[in-house]
């Protein structure tokens, strides 16, 4: 009898020399519904994906700390990436998934030399991605999409006492 799930998750992170880093992760996930029933119309989508569970996904991203005017710069520049997953409650529809995307995030953060302050931007979703996070059948109204965040930008100003 195979196992109701199988999976594999790695990573590893690397101090690469100069103030730099490398950090990577990956996780493979082979998961199946077993006895199942829909609820959204009763049919029964046995051996279909788990829902919210991409086959792939993983993340890759490099970072700096060091110096700079005097004061303490750390940077990261982020890629992550999510399969294509099928959603709950529509599990049975076949528009109820979304497909594989990847999406680039970054941030520099600036210390002055005392740390009684530091500035900091932040960027996520830089490449504005259009992605779903959530699926549903709402009664009388249909399905309702949610969507993850698009491109952000955020600056930061930060005081110690």
Request: hydrophobic residues 35%; proline residues 7%.
């Amino acid at each position: 009898m195979d196992p109701p799930f199988a999976g594999y998750e790695r990573d590893a992170a690397f101090e690469l020399g100069g103030g730099f880093s490398f950090d990577a992760a990956g996780t493979y996930l082979d998961l199946e519904l077993g006895n199942y029933i829909s609820p959204s119309n009763n049919q029964n989508p046995t051996g279909t994906r788990l829902p919210l569970s991409p086959e792939w996904s993983g993340s890759a991203s490099i970072g700096y700390d060091g110096e700079v005017l005097s004061g303490g710069l750390r940077s990261h520049l982020e890629y992550v990436y999510r399969g294509k997953i099928i959603f709950p409650l529509t599990l049975d529809a076949p528009q109820n998934f979304d497909e594989k995307y990847g999406a680039i995030n970054a941030s520099v953060r600036w210390t002055e030399p005392n740390e009684k302050f530091y500035v900091e931007i932040i960027g996520r979703n830089l490449d504005d991605t259009l992605y779903r996070v959530q699926r549903a059948d709402v009664f009388f109204s249909g399905v309702y999409d949610s969507f993850g965040p698009p491109r952000t930008v955020e600056a930061r100003v930060g005081f110690s006492f």
